[in-house]
């Protein structure tokens, strides 16, 4: 992943999968990532990569004491598109 690669992110309303937006990954702040608007943009409110990944079908709810609970197994939320 770079720079200039396009990418399709799912859009939820409510939990609910909506549909579908696609977008140009940039780099900000040394971070590969998204802005989900030029609204977000203007406020600086960048979305990384790593913020895009998602409960997979082999992802398990765990719990590990003085960290407290997370998923297993994430996976890619996001699809590549051709260039």
């Known amino acids: 992943m770079k720079a200039g690669?396009?990418?399709?992110?799912s859009t939820y309303v409510m939990g609910y999968e909506c549909g579908f937006e696609d977008f140009t990954v940039e780099e900000f702040r040394y971070c590969?990532?998204?802005f989900k608007s030029d609204q977000h943009r203007s406020a600086g409110d960048f979305?990384?990569?790593c913020e895009l990944y998602e409960r997979g079908p082999e992802s398990e709810s765990d719990y590990i004491p003085n960290y407290g609970s997370y998923f297993?197994?994430?996976?890619?939320?996001?699809s590549d598109l051709p260039s």
Do not use: D, F, K, Y
């Not at 297993?72 to 996001?78: E, F, I, M």
């Open 5 to 9: 690669n396009r990418i399709r992110v």
């Open 32 to 34: 590969l990532g998204i």
């Open 47 to 49: 979305t990384p990569l």
């Open 72 to 78: 297993t197994n994430l996976v890619q939320g996001w």
